[in-house]
């Protein structure tokens, strides 16, 4: 063998092996992406794993090639949300599919930003770097597509101390606070494996020394804003032992409402009424039963007045004259359809997934419900606004397993049982923006509807939960959650789940949540997600900047 074939195969040997490690990088990315969150393992999650989550990701942006970044950030979003959201799966083959293929572009496109950063910033490449994921991470929560599933704050939803800090930042200063560390050792290493490279000659533990004492500031502030929020989370949470309290009984069915036709439509009536007259009886004190999302699936009002099927009407029928004999209010979701122009411009039934507030005796026979219709729909599932776009893609998502309904525009607040709440209807309570909504329109507490039934999953029944902790700190109000399935639950305003009903069983809970008649607005409930809207400034501009200097440069050097 001649030494041109040599130096080939060893040539070879290397890119097989960087190949290799590149691998591995990219699958401990994927892994330390899910295990902080709930999943499959952990159904609460592994908060721990969040603080050093980031480091192998930003390890692998520096160690590949321009030439092939956009398959690695697309295998990595991929690989992350079809390991995290697998439960996705549960609803159509293809819901998983779509997902993790949405994620691998956003982080396709990810990822030539979170390479360019230690070009344009040799020193502080990693800083940059932190400052994009931070950026990214709220950028994807935005418009028609926004997921939060997935955000790094929502680890740390069993860590009181952590959480309080949502309070002021959202969910978007505690995801700045614990990825700081990622990027920080991110950097250390990528400096120390370059200066390994050059081969200086200096000992392993004089480089990385030499490396922490350069980035000693910027450690020396992520230190101080740790302690400042490790004394606000013990100092911050609010007593409320003073305030009054309201009895909810929140009823839990057990089963998707939606499958089954009009036989399931009545079982689930006879069931829902079972339950509610049984922790009505356990307790003489409650002042609100509350049924979860579209627990009750038939159109009430439509059915009540156009009765063009007699059987849906009986059924209406039977539950309105429940609800008029009842002893108490009764919220609860409901298919509610009114007739108007639809965006087709037609005359015709338009569809909200809505809340619907009953009063015996008041507005049940003939129905005339307070109502609350949903604002955030889930995209492709919920709301497709893009018919006229894409009208393949709408009548599939038509003839698939969708209920597509029309946006609500109007947070509304309720007043019932000696207090005034926001209703939240599932996918709602996943975002700051939209719950701080009912907060600066009066609301005292959350009252969320959702049904996560159909995903059969106790991990995405966590990761909606770790979410709804959020909202309550946020805005320092408690909330209770009527589910389908689980996580049926009351929330205080610290974000401490006091009780819980057993998730996948036929049951109810009966739970007192405080009420506070003086309480003051949140610095988050005033401005909302500033701290997220304001790392998406600082990386645009960063990054402006940076192709600047960059270019100003290289024609200096010219010249």
Known sequence: MNNDAVLHTKQENFNFSSFVCNIFLLLSSIILFTLPQPNLFVHTGLPFFAFFQLIPLFILVQRISWKFFWLWGFAYGFGCYAFYAYWLGAFHPLGIAVIASLYGIYLLLAFPFLKAAPLFFKKNGWLVQWVI??????????????????????AMWQSPVFLQSASIAGVWGVSALITFPSAWLSGIICKYCQTKKENNGEKTSAIIAKNIFTQKISALVWI????????????????????????????????????????????????LIKLSDE????????????WPETAFVPRIEWHYKYRQERNKFL???????????????????NDHAVLDYSRSGKYEAVDYNSALL??????????????????????????????????????GLLNGDTHLWEPGNTPVVFDAAGFKFGVPICFEDT???????????????FVNISNDAWSRS???????????VFRCVENRVPAVRATASGQTCMVDPNGKVLEMAEPFKETWLVTEIPVSENS??????????????FFAIMAFVLFVFGIAKTVLSKKSKEK
């Open 520 to 533: 003051q607005k949140t610095i988050y409930t005033r401005y909302g997600d500033f701290v997220g809207k």
């Open 279 to 290: 922790a009505l009886a356990s307790d003489s004190e409650i002042g609100l039963v509350v």
């Open 224 to 271: 101080v804003f740790l302690c400042a929020a490790i004394v606000y989370g013990i100092k911050s949470p609010v007593d409320y032992s003073g305030d009054k309290t309201v009895k909810i009984a929140l009823v839990q069915p057990n089963n998707d409402p939606w499958r089954g036709g009009f036989e399931a439509y009545s079982q689930n009536l006879d069931s």
């Open 358 to 395: 009953f009063r015996p005796g008041e507005n049940c026979l003939p129905p005339a419900a307070e109502i609350y219709s949903k604002m955030h729909l889930v995209p492709f599932t919920e709301y497709f606004p893009y018919e006229k776009i894409f009208p393949r893609l709408y009548q």
């Open 431 to 445: 975002f700051g923006e939209d719950c701080r909504r009912f907060v600066n329109n009066g609301a005292q507490a």
């Open 458 to 468: 106790m991990a995405c029944q966590y990761q909606h939960l770790s979410m709804a």
């Open 315 to 333: 059924l209406v029928e039977r539950l309105l004259t429940y609800l008029d004999n009842a002893p108490v209010p009764f919220l609860l979701g």
């Open 133 to 154: 994921w931070c950026a990214y991470e709220y950028v994807k929560t935005c418009g028609f597509s926004g997921f939060d599933y997935g955000v790094s704050g929502y």
